[in-house]
């Protein structure tokens, strides 16, 4: 009963996910069913089932992660037993003494709704990173991410500056620059620069951008060939975000060639990268990369030593759009779509620590 429950609603099917963990919130339920099946039983017999059901739980739990995710949930399965023995404990104190059904009924929905909600609060807490304390990363962008929702200059000075959630998630990674210009604001020499899908930069910006990762930089450049990001303004108008990559002369420089994207090939792609699972939509495929590069997810993304740096290239940069990672609710860091923003902040920040559970995902 309660693999079924983990998988139907504790969003294993819908996340694609075998995570032990997101069956937390919903052990109450067959504790209070085991309990109230066995009240009349011996103590020793209720605890010699309540045993055999916990190990029954997670050898399944731990068959099925190993099987489809092929990692070892040996932490989460240890967060499972120890929810498994409080529930029970809890699930047998409201059936002690000689409290009425109705009194037993009461007690029993604000003793699984409160575990409900406060396993989804401890969740959401074990699978955010903290905050990076590194240096900060110089960002340059042409996708709307700040006064994302402004239509004119009245309602941005009105609403407020009202960020991206990719933005506000990741200043909440750590510190982050979102700049207009790196010849005017350059990336400190020890931290990390963010190129996402830029407008047309000048010779200079590109000649900026190549001297800082040669001389031992870190960057992250997501150059889109087919752009799916939402347009606000009519087509042609320079408020929205580029069609395509504008990062060719750079990318050529560095012996990369990405592939155009066909009109009619716009559809959402899955893919792992070192463990990460990442959404794109459009994504392009560097069909040209040089010795120094090492292809993942069937060459939607690369890694590039470009003299003392390192530069990771992605040929896609709707996967920073908000409804192809963000948890439901958003403030859900245990039940996101994909690991955009973790993935991100490992390569951004040298310091990123990781979160204390991470997502087993179905291969």
Not at 65 to 85: E, H, K, T
């Amino acid at each position: 009963m309660t693999l079924l429950l983990a998988w139907v609603l504790g969003g294993q099917m819908t996340l694609g996910r075998i995570d032990p963990a997101l069956a937390l919130p919903l052990l109450p339920l067959p504790a209070l069913g085991l309990v109230w099946w066995q009240r009349r039983d011996p103590m020793v017999a209720r605890w010699r089932t309540a045993g055999t059901t916990l190990g029954m739980l997670l050898a399944a739990q731990a068959a099925l992660a190993l099987f489809l995710s092929a990692r070892p949930p040996w932490l989460q399965l240890g967060f499972i037993a120890a929810g498994w023995v409080i529930a029970l404990l809890a699930a047998s104190l409201l059936f002690t003494g000689n409290r009425g059904k109705v009194v037993a009924l009461l007690l029993g929905a604000i003793f699984v709704s409160g575990w409900f909600a406060g396993s989804h609060a401890l969740l959401s807490m074990l699978y955010r990173p903290a905050s990076a304390a590194g240096p900060p990363v110089t960002m340059l962008t042409g996708l709307p991410l700040r006064w994302s929702d402004g239509r004119d200059l009245a309602a941005m000075l009105a609403q407020g500056t009202n960020d991206d959630p990719i933005l506000a998630r990741l200043q909440a990674a750590g510190s982050v620059r979102l700049v207009d210009s790196i010849v005017d604001d350059p990336p400190s020499p020890v931290g990390a620069l963010l190129l996402a899908h830029p407008r047309a930069l000048a010779p200079r910006e590109m000649v900026a951008v190549d001297a800082f990762v040669r001389k031992g930089g870190r960057a992250v450049v997501l150059a889109d060939a087919l752009s799916g990001w939402p347009m606000r303004y009519p087509i042609g108008d320079p408020r929205n975000p580029p069609v395509t990559s504008l990062l060719t002369p750079l990318l050529d420089h560095w012996g990369v060639v990405l592939a155009a994207v066909s009109p009619d090939d716009r559809h959402v792609v899955t893919v792992e990268t070192e463990r990460a699972r990442l959404r794109l939509f459009s994504a392009g495929r560097f069909e040209r990369l040089p010795p120094a590069c090492r292809a993942f997810a069937d060459r939607h993304v690369a890694r590039c030593s470009i003299g003392d740096g390192e530069v990771w290239l992605v040929g896609d940069a709707d996967l920073l759009f908000a409804p192809l990672w963000q948890p439901e609710p958003s403030w859900a860091a245990h039940l996101r779509k994909a690991d955009t923003v973790e993935w991100l902040g490992a390569r951004l920040w040298r310091d990123a620590p990781p979160a204390i559970l991470q997502p087993l995902w179905i291969r």
